[in-house]
Structure formats: C-alpha cells, structure tokens
C-alpha cells in the first residue's frame, strides 16, 4: 500500500504562544500608542532635539485634515522664535543626476565638520494613485544612520514647483529642533522647480555631461536661479564631456544679467560616487553666504521670502475653505454634471461658484 505523502506544511507543529502573557503589559502599550500627544508636548520634545516628536510634529502639519490645522499652528507659532539659524540649500537636477547620492556624500561631509543636517526629500506623487515611493532613506543608507542627521520624506502631492505642500513650515520645525544645515532636495523634473527657490538661501543645481544639456545653459528659468552648477558623475570616462560642458555652461552663465546679491554663479565639477569635488561645493556656499550677509541680502532676501509665503499661505487657506465647504461641494458637483450635459461652459461655472 502506498505510503501518505506529508505536506511540508504539517512537518512541525506551529509554535503556540505563551500562556504567561501580559495582557495589561499590551493594552497599556496600545494606549500609548493611539495616545495623540498634544501641542505643547511636541513643542518641548522638538527643543530637545526629539526626533520622535519632530516626525509626529511634520506629520501633523502636514496634514490636510481640518482638525489638525489649529494644532498645527500652534505648533509653528511655538517653534518660529527659535527658528531662521539655519543655511537653508536647495538642490534640484533632472531625474538620474544623482541627487540622492551627492546629498548623502555632501551631508556627510557637513556632519564631519559638526554640522546637525536636515535633508527634506520630495518625491513625486502618481497623478494616478496619488500615492509616492519615500525611498530616499533606502537610498542614503549611510546618512540615515549618522546621529546627527535627519531625513524625511515628504510626498509632492498636488503642489507644483518640486517641493511638497509644507515644506517650508517643515524647515522652521527642523531649526527649532537644533539643525543648522537644512537641505531641500526637489522632485527634479526641469525647468518647474522654481517653488524652493523662494524658501532657501542657496540654490544648487546638478547637471550631467553630454545629456545635450550645455545649450540649455542660454535659458531663462532654473538656471537664470541657480547659485552653483554642479556636474556630477565627473568620473571615469565622463571627465573630457564634463570639463566641455563646464566651459560651455560658464559661458552661458554670462550672458545672463547680474544677480541682485552681486553674486557670479560658478560652474564646479564634482563626483559623488567617488567623493571628489563635495569639499570645493560647500567653500562656494560658504563664500555666498558670507558675501550676501556682509552686503545685506542674505536678510533682504528671508524678508521677501516671508511676504511670499505670506500671500501663497492666503491662497491655500482661500482654497482649502472654498472645497471643504458642505455648500460649495454641492454646487460645485452640480455644475460638473451642468459642464457634462454642455448646459454651461467651465468658465460661466467657475464664475458662478466664485460669486457665490
């Protein structure tokens, strides 16, 4: 008679879980952990440099339910008076530049010199799904583990310019937490990221050789707003098409007219794979933030930073009431199904909805 074939599965028993459990152990961790902490309690553990309370704190302002806005608020107004003690750098390229790798290698250098660094990382939401990969910790390994760094990732959302939606209350949360090095790095995708220009105070844009990018130098938009141009992957067989194309770019940096900081952008060559070039970045940052602050415009430029995000803050909180209203939600729908049926063009609907 044949033997019984045993499934694999039924080789060994399965281990049964002990009967000596806590069980007011657990519901007293399940409390804590649904336990929201307040305002205040975010405020105190963010000036101590909790980076528990950091986290939660971004993650409450960045928030778009209606019941975490006075909350959030709060939380801003108490961290704004120790806020603005920062070098605040932007760094944008095109997808594939290299911008994780060069800020993992250029942040660990700043945390070699004592510096506390906050990398805020945007990555790209699916126009689909709505939904983001948050990989940028994957993908700095090494600096994630570094205790003076901190790295958060932030879904773009809806919000154009390659940055997220609260990144720039983000930043006051970071300083106030004691980090004097914070660094955007953006979406990348060209010639949009124009938003993170208008939150920090050097704007880094890396570029690759032989891309057919040197013509792109003549214009306007992101590079007429760049501090620095950094090429990256000058290594290796790429070291003849970089040095081409810093000439080509130094070129075309002067045509452009001159900067209101009285600064000349400059073209370096850099590697971040093989860390070479990332001391020479951070002694021109240096050399611009000691020029603009000796002549003033370091601080004239936070100042109409601020008027800035002060009518952008308007425009959101404008926006956010107007489709968060019962009222509107109604008459908006119907003058969709109106737009559907061709009773009414979208432009006499938005006019009617605004008037109302």
Request: with cysteine.
């Amino acid at each position: 008679m044949a033997k019984e074939k045993k499934s694999a599965l039924k080789e060994k028993k399965g281990i049964q879980a002990p009967e000596s459990i806590n069980t007011s152990s657990i519901d007293k961790l399940k409390s804590k952990r649904h336990k929201q902490p307040s305002a205040e309690d975010l405020i105190s553990g963010i000036l101590k440099g909790d980076m528990t309370a950091l986290s939660r704190a971004i993650t409450t302002i960045e928030s778009k339910n209606p019941s975490h806005f006075e909350k959030a608020n709060t939380i801003i107004t108490g961290c704004l008076p120790h806020a603005n003690k920062s070098i605040r750098i932007g760094i944008t390229g095109v997808p594939g530049v290299g911008k994780s790798t060069f800020i993992e290698v250029f942040g660990s250098h700043l945390t070699d010199l004592g510096k506390k660094v906050a990398v805020l990382a945007v990555d790209p939401s699916s126009s689909l799904t709505k939904g983001s990969i948050l990989g940028d910790k994957t993908r700095m390994e090494a600096l994630v583990k570094n205790s003076n760094a901190f790295i958060r990732p932030s879904a773009s959302g809806d919000s154009l310019g390659g940055v997220a939606r609260k990144t720039r209350e983000t930043i006051i949360l970071c300083e106030a937490a004691g980090f004097d090095t914070i660094i955007i790095e953006t979406v990348g995708v060209g010639q949009s990221e124009t938003a993170v220009h208008s939150m920090v105070d050097f704007f880094l844009l890396l570029k690759l050789a032989g891309a057919g990018d040197e013509l792109q130098g003549i214009k306007r938009g992101i590079i007429e707003m760049a501090d620095l141009i950094a090429i990256n992957k000058a290594d290796g067989d790429n070291i003849k098409s970089a040095k081409l194309a810093k000439v080509e770019f130094n070129r075309a940096l002067h045509i452009h007219p001159k900067k209101s900081s009285e600064w000349q952008p400059k073209v370096l060559l850099c590697s971040a794979l093989k860390n070479e070039g990332i001391e020479a970045i951070w002694e021109q940052i240096q050399d611009y933030i000691h020029q603009t602050t000796k002549n003033h415009y370091f601080q004239y430029k936070r100042s109409d930073q601020n008027k800035f995000w002060l009518i952008q803050t308007i425009e959101d909180h404008l926006k956010s009431q107007f489709f968060n209203n019962s009222d509107m939600k109604l008459a908006l729908e119907k003058q969709l199904q109106l737009i559907e049926e061709n009773k009414t063009t979208p432009f006499a609907a938005a006019d009617y909805l605004l008037k109302l």
